[in-house]
């Protein structure tokens, strides 16, 4: 079994693994990490008329560049740079405890409200489908601060929209811009899931035409694996559905009708996922009866052979022991008969026929059940 | 196995296959299909007096052939032409949002209410019970539009109680008509249930007296199969549930009532699947059970038989042996014994009938077992 | 395997099976079924004074017998003269989508408020607890109008009590009556679930003692009847906590507490058949178990003796080749020895003896394992 | 296996048998039982003060006994004398339809609400844990009226608390007295658990050094038991919780704040519990694993061996054949050979070796497997 | 297997034994323990200005150490001193029926609201992660009780941060004091889940990389005491929901905010659980599987080489045969063909060569199966 190439996928997986703090330490803290890798900080400010875009190094640069009076998405690419974390938390009235979540990016999806602003969790599938990266959205009037842990092209598209001043996008202030990004992730697990369906079948296939080429680690894993994503998509679902549920006040009516088609998006993931991974747990019952149908044919013909040349031997046997013809006319006469030879092989023949006979009336040997009516 | 013919049915199946839009595409966006099939737009407009029907080309005369004061149903067959969709979008005010949901035709059925209209979607069951098509209506006083992906014929009774003017139908609004159709939907899954619970009857009647002509690919695909169809009429009852459960002002008492019932009918859809869905796992089960059954009667009576000539094979072997008779008194004088040869018979034959009678006694042969008070 | 008796009797089975109307038909339709046989109607009209008992021809008659300012019991005795039903609905205004659900006897249970009636519909098991009929019960002030798809005897009972005047049931109004039908039919499944619970107890003693002569259709089929019971019983406890829930204002407080007492009979009809069900599942199980120990001990007894006799027939075999003794001292002087046949046979005892001990130490054959401490 | 004995033990088991009555028999009948038992009623009253103890023959005894002003605990021990209970109806207004479930000693705990008195019946285990009886309890202010089928050992430790006028019980009301007994029932399921839990410690230690010695139906039973006794204190929860939910005026703050206490002690028995029977189901998992671990181990090593005597034993049949060496040099010159014999042993032996070997390595015999890194 | 080295550590585990107290006893006794383990009482008091700390022998002392005006932190380690519990009860009006809860110190996670004061019920897991213990806070104005069976290494993170005074836990009162601990807990629990998972992992590895070495009691066990785990994490899980669903006046809204954060925590805790349960649970399936077809591998191969040497031993039992050549033709020619020996070795050889053959192409022997397209 190629264990170990299969194996070495699960380093990874869609389960964000969480880095421990000192159980203990205060909430709200951001110990420094060695290493941090630089953020990068995008401001696109924008309103009717106009749309302005600019990088920032830091929170402070970034407010100045979010100009009043327009929708302003600030994009933090990097969550390592904990200095610049706290400068916005500073800068932009962010909770630490929203804070913390952020530079610990193995939350689950989630929603908080806080006074000012709405805080959403959500994890992003990586375009291979393998791991997911946690993006953050800060919601607040007229600001929509977002962190990502990685570059995330898909993002593309939406400041593409913003350019090309997209009417509702435009016209919709920054929840309506959450909701965008929410929707572009929420798509974003359509194409792991078909990926894991197209896995399946092609599993299906390998068991039904090679099943010995069937790798079990695989199954265990893609089945371990779906329900991580299972769990992450019903939190998923959770959220938009809070969102929906509470009552958020900067939340538009516009808004509110397109978040609700997002969760009929959400639940489809779910629904396809859910299906997945029932499909994905069948596969190893159904591996195990294919094989061991395969095994039952196998060791029934084997063993209808064996069965047969056992009396067979016996026979041979009989007609190889020593004993003295010359003492007596009853020992093994047959031995000096002139039809002795023929007659001891048409007795194992006859023998042979007899036990083939019997076994394929009783359907143990040869197809013969299958031709029945 | 038949594999390959079992598998090509796969590609249908009652779940929807979503076709991918580009994520972070905007929401509401109907992208142009090359080579749309033309659709079909009919108009049915009807009042206690008078009932019309006609044709219409787009949306416009569509609009044009709906007369005030009578209830109109639209039936537009086709939803590949996108022009004629937003041409709908616009004459009726249909939302975007749910515009987008009938050209995307993977939805899950759902119940949506915007300021003026109800949405309902629901998938119905092909004639062949393998396939589903996305029937959307939008309820408006006086409006009922009814877009299908394929032509239905199971609406024709629809047309035909119209054109009967058949009071309830003729005096009930256009909820009543959507109530109508909504239960017509539902009816369709009946035969569809009852096709796999008469498969399921005569799989079970394979395993019973023929397993080896149980292909488990079938099974395995009918218990994926009826999982799929599970989701899609819980859903349906959802619907249901929902546009009872909701205030909407457009539902008459008569029609309250009416769906009432209907509801009754997806919930024994529900239940009918499910127990059709646990017989269906159930057989696999069963069929494993069967096939060991038959294994385990098969190995034991060629084990036993095996066990049997072991000994046999062991004595003959025995007087195969070579010692030098002449050597020695005690170098196999049954060799030279007159009765040599009757007694080494003998000494198989009982030693054959008394492994017979211990696994008789035991049970391990022949039928003695049942026997058995 | 009797699988052909076996499966005779699932022809029935408590779940109801849909006649399918044709779909798109109008809702509340009685379609004329030929041969339809005539129904009875029985009236009984009962005050504190007086009882009086009748039978009528049709709804008409029937109206005229049923007094007013007294309790009038009125029992159809089949449903299948649709003419018969549409009278009942015009002569007391019963709904004709009720009326529907009294034709088309496949109901689930269920609990439907109309503005001037109650509609209960319920399943009675027959008596031998196979299958079950539809009853279905009209209660209106004054009035209990009671149809039956057969003759059922129970309900005798309810007669007699009228009859005796049994103050309680005089007492009550209609509701009540409604309660003590209730209550028959919920007592009417105890049997049922008991004679279950009987087959089980004998089929676990045949698995223990006799396990060949256990029958996987019989458990399988039980399984699946036990399912529909136990969704029949659930239907039921929720028709009897609907209607405690809801507000009806014919019910009156002392029916109320009765009825309080009946649902606390039809949660434990509910789980009992939830026990004997999970008990049923486990039969199959602890089957497979027993035989999969049987067949166990079967082949490690066989080739234990297999495996035992393998060694002794090398031994045989090796002094029965046919090296030349003449050429060579090493050619097999053991043929030429005085005690050659007795060190053989020696050798061979002591083969099996070793053979046979470091099994037993192993524990793989004999009981010793169970001897050990 | 022993089933006989440890089937001898069904017949009791925790979960109620139902003694039907007649179907449609008058709610609130008290059949006549012949031969019933005599019933033992004590009436200890209490206050402050004094403590008064004494039997009573008859419920009017009983009734005099009960002092005004106090708290009044009347045990009734034995109710088939439906003589009896109809006395106390009468005498203390005790609702008919609850009497009928003090004399239906099968009812599942429950707790109902009367207008002048709250009723609560509950099972109590008994001490060898088998098995269970009815208690009831009718809790009036200044009364507690408490049914019992059989004596109830540990009810003494409540009379002993009263005759040493325990502050809170003493000044506690009857609501505070029946909270004690509920307390005490509740308390008794802890040792029953307790009991399987050690059982099933046994059962595992038996099937890691012993599986042979497991039986199966003992396995099979607990875990039946295990199922009844959950449901059992499923509901006992509930009849607590919904004490504590409902707005009950008799129920004093001290005595609500007891009883939630007491609750917690009822949710972490129906946790135990639940826990043992996830335990249980997994014995028989666990057992057969075990058991097919060792069969394979077993039959992977004699068939090893006879795998390895195969070959041995058509080298020993090639030359035992009598073609005749005089014919020609080709007919079989090993005979001949002086090193002919020796060269055959060696052959035999170099065989055995290679095969051991090759056996060895792929692991499929001895420990090798586990000596590896 | 080293069943008994696995089976030594069941005795803990993490969910609590109950010490049974006598059923019947009154509620909120403290039964004296002999031999009590002395407690120790540490009271910390701090406000904006200073901290002090200081040890008490007993309740009053502790009482007149905790100043008013300030937070007063008292953890006492040890509860088996019952007479110092009754002391705190007195000093402090702690409610008796939750003395007795920290005495016997098994309880589930709960929380408790009494009129003055709020009790919460946690476990801690301990360092090795594989036994709990209990604590128990009682939380009142400026007073936070904690009682801790053993000492907590942990909580002395806490005490640091009162000393190093940090803003957010000085400015908080007694409820944010509260928050910090029940925080740091559930912190504690990750490491569990964590060591489980690794455990986990390493299992897999073995099944995967040498199955025989893997020991089914240890998965078994494992799987055990992840449902005890998870038991308890969900139990944390809603102690920490019920806490801020609850109208707790003394509860602060920074609190109330940190709280949230922390049931986020305890939400990912049983989450992380739940997915290593699945996993645990699909060990033992994994663990089979692939035994099952190590097993049927090797069964396999050998069956193959029996099944080939049984007719070539056929062949040589035929030619050992000792029919008279020189009384027929017919008898045995072969025997003296000068070609007869090479003959019948090809025979065998040609035999051989076609079962294998034959095999090969059916994929049951050698590796083809794999190298198939």
Not at 51 to 65: F, H, K, M, S, W
Not at 215 to 233: C, G, T, Y
Not at 320 to 325: E, K, P
Request: some cysteine; proline content about 6%; glycine content about 6%.
């Amino acid at each position: 079994m190629r264990s170990r190439s299969a194996r070495s996928a699960r380093t990874h997986g869609p389960a964000p693994k969480r880095r421990h703090g000192k159980p203990g330490a205060s909430p709200g803290t951001l110990p420094p990490i060695p290493d941090a890798r630089p953020s990068l900080v995008e401001v696109i400010s924008y309103c009717q008329q106009e749309v302005t875009e600019g990088t920032a190094a830091d929170a402070a640069a970034a407010r100045a560049l979010a100009l009043p009076g327009r929708v302003n998405l600030i994009v933090v690419t990097g969550v390592e740079d904990h200095a610049l974390l706290e400068g916005f938390g500073e800068q932009f009235g962010l909770h630490r405890l929203a804070l913390e979540d952020v530079a610990h990016t193995h939350q689950r999806p989630k929603f908080d409200e806080y006074e000012d602003q709405d805080f959403v969790v959500l994890r992003v599938p990586d375009p291979e489908g393998q791991t997911t990266q946690q993006i953050c959205l800060f919601v607040a009037p007229e600001l929509l601060i977002c962190f990502l842990e990685r570059p995330l092209p898909a993002l593309d598209a939406i400041r593409e929209r913003i350019r090309q001043k997209r009417p509702r996008l435009i016209a919709g202030g920054s929840d309506y811009l959450a909701y965008a990004i929410i929707d572009l992730v929420v798509d974003l697990y359509f194409p792991v899931i078909d990926a894991y369906d197209k896995r399946i079948d092609e599993i299906e296939d390998t068991i039904f035409t090679n099943p010995r080429r069937v790798e079990v680690p695989v199954i265990h894993e893609m089945k371990r694996d779906l329900a991580a994503w299972q769990r992450i998509s019903w939190q998923t679902r959770d959220v938009i559905l809070r969102m929906l549920g509470e009552e958020i006040p900067t939340l538009s009516q516009t808004t509110r009708l397109h978040l609700r088609d997002c969760l009929d998006h959400a639940r489809q993931v779910a629904d396809l996922n859910e299906a997945a991974r029932d499909r994905a747990t069948g596969l190893l019952d159904l591996y195990l009866s294919v094989m061991s149908n395969r095994m039952n044919e196998i060791m029934r013909v084997l063993t209808v052979i064996a069965t047969i040349f056992m009396p067979l031997a016996f026979i041979a046997g009989v007609y190889g022991m020593n004993f003295d013809t010359t003492k007596s006319r009853l020992n093994m006469p047959e031995l000096g008969w002139a039809w002795g030879y023929p007659f001891a092989l048409s007795l194992m023949a006859g023998t042979a026929a007899g036990l083939l006979l019997y076994f394929r009336k009783q359907g143990w040997f040869g197809g013969d059940d299958r031709k029945e009516p």
